[in-house]
């Protein structure tokens, strides 16, 4: 009784297709250099985003908590 089903396995996707996926996906298409818009510090932003560094990004987003937790709860 033969095996049809040997160990040879092929690859779920050519190398070609996954090579076109790495190049398609690649930092440069999805981000691009730009400066902070609070800093002006070199940066990489997400197209689409707003163009802060990570240190502004980061500031700005506790500046939110700070904010939230400021605000008076009295009701
Ligand atoms: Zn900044």
């Not at 160990?7 to 440069?28: G, H, N, R, T």
Request: with cysteine; glycine share 2%.
């Amino acid at each position: 009784m033969r095996r049809k089903m040997q160990a040879k396995i092929e690859p779920v996707i050519p190398a070609e297709i996954l090579e076109q996926a790495k190049q398609s996906i690649s930092p440069d298409r999805l981000r691009k250099a730009a400066k902070c818009s609070v800093c002006s510090a070199d940066t990489m932003v997400l197209a689409g985003s707003e163009p802060l560094c990570w240190v502004c990004r980061r500031l700005k987003i506790s500046a939110w908590r700070e904010i939230e937790q400021q605000a008076p709860m009295q009701e």
